[in-house]
């Protein structure tokens, strides 16, 4: 079974510019999470889709916003990009049974804002 | 909001030597789940819990999720130095069991020296 896969892998951006980053799910997961990865704050929550809905969202500027397609593939928008984005990009997939869920991670976009 | 909060932030340890990380959530926790991170890598789930005072064992890892269920910890046992990397508790709150939002930690990365 493929894993998560995020693309692009890394990218380079300068201030004010928006980017749009990818994430293909495991086959048949339908939760997409994405969090946000730096050396000072670690790993946050930016949201999750679920079914092509957000189901929860994160304490993150409008800036940030996100979907999910029929096929379960989401995609994360920034806009109006700043320094402080600069930031791992990570993508998890899971499918709850009961109680118990595992998050995938995918390999993350990493994003310098320059 | 819920926070999660795990120490300590850095370890270094001798190889043989014995390690803890214990992690403490705001609020009560429906499951905490495990994760690791090697260097350059993304976050790999370990393992999860969800009964209150539940102990699980992998190996050289023991993992403990509190009475309260607010509160956790992973000791690992004579240290090698492929146990190198960040570990990182994830929460989930009583009222999102369902969902797949999680609450990390700051993470504590653990160095080996042989």
């Known amino acids: 079974k493929a894993g998560v896969t995020q693309t692009p892998r890394y990218l380079i951006k300068t201030r004010g510019q928006q980017v749009t980053l990818s994430c293909s799910p495991i086959?048949?997961?339908?939760?997409v999470s994405w969090y946000q990865q730096t050396p000072g704050q670690g790993l946050q929550f930016l949201f999750e889709y679920f079914s092509e809905t957000q189901r929860n969202k994160g304490n993150f500027p409008g800036r940030f916003s996100g979907r999910q397609f029929s096929n379960s593939r989401s995609e994360m928008n920034v806009s109006t990009l700043e320094l402080g984005d600069s930031a791992l990009y990570l993508c998890?997939?899971?499918?709850?049974?009961?109680?118990?869920?595992?998050?995938?991670f995918g390999q993350g976009t990493r994003l310098t804002v320059v | 909001g819920q926070q999660v909060m795990q120490i300590p932030q850095y370890q270094h340890v001798q190889e043989g030597e014995d390690f803890t990380t214990y992690c403490n959530s705001s609020?009560?926790?429906?499951?905490i789940q495990w994760y690791k991170q090697r260097p350059g890598g993304h976050p790999v789930f370990l393992i999860q819990l969800v009964k209150s005072g539940e102990v699980k064992k992998q190996k050289r890892l023991t993992f403990q999720f509190g009475e309260a269920k607010k509160n956790s910890s992973l000791h690992i046992t004579a240290t090698q130095t492929t146990d190198v990397g960040t570990y990182f508790c994830a929460g989930k709150s009583g009222g999102s069991s369902n969902t797949g939002k999680l609450i990390f930690g700051q993470g504590t990365t653990l160095q080996v020296k042989p």
């Open positions: 086959s048949g997961h339908r939760s």
């Open positions: 609020t009560t926790l429906s499951n």
């Open positions: 998890a997939s899971s499918v709850s049974v009961g109680l118990f869920t595992e998050a995938f």
